[in-house]
């Protein structure tokens, strides 16, 4: 049994930066989604099933960095340069299937956490 919690959501200004943590059990590869209201589950960031790779999305490349802490077993979202786009509620995710991009192959969520961002 997974349960997934996130935390660390809030209200940044433009520009600044926010440190998303989820706290997780299990052997699983994590992934993190956003949500905007009208909007479908975008992909994020995630590990690769093996551990070894992380993928973004391009619109969060070089800003956003997924990375975890196994003795604390917890894995973060560090996200850096917000702009307004990024508001959404985000949500990490665990998987056991390969298409990392795909919310479909996640087995377990995190109940979100809420993070807007001003102009």
């Known amino acids: 049994q997974v349960q997934l919690v996130e935390s660390g959501g809030g209200l940044v200004q433009a520009g600044g930066s926010l440190r998303l943590s989820c706290a997780a059990s299990g052997r699983y590869a994590m992934g993190w989604f956003r949500q905007a209201p009208g909007k479908e589950r975008e992909f994020v960031a995630a590990?690769?099933?093996?551990?070894?790779?992380?993928y973004y999305a391009d619109s969060v490349k070089g800003r956003f960095t997924i990375s975890r802490d196994n003795a604390k077993n917890t894995v973060y979202l560090q996200m850096n340069s917000l702009k307004p786009e990024d508001t959404a509620v985000y949500y990490c995710a665990a998987r056991k299937a390969a298409p990392y991009y795909d919310p479909r192959a996640y087995d377990y969520w995190g109940q979100g956490t809420q993070v807007t961002v001003s102009s």
């Open positions: 590990f690769s099933l093996s551990g070894v790779s992380r």
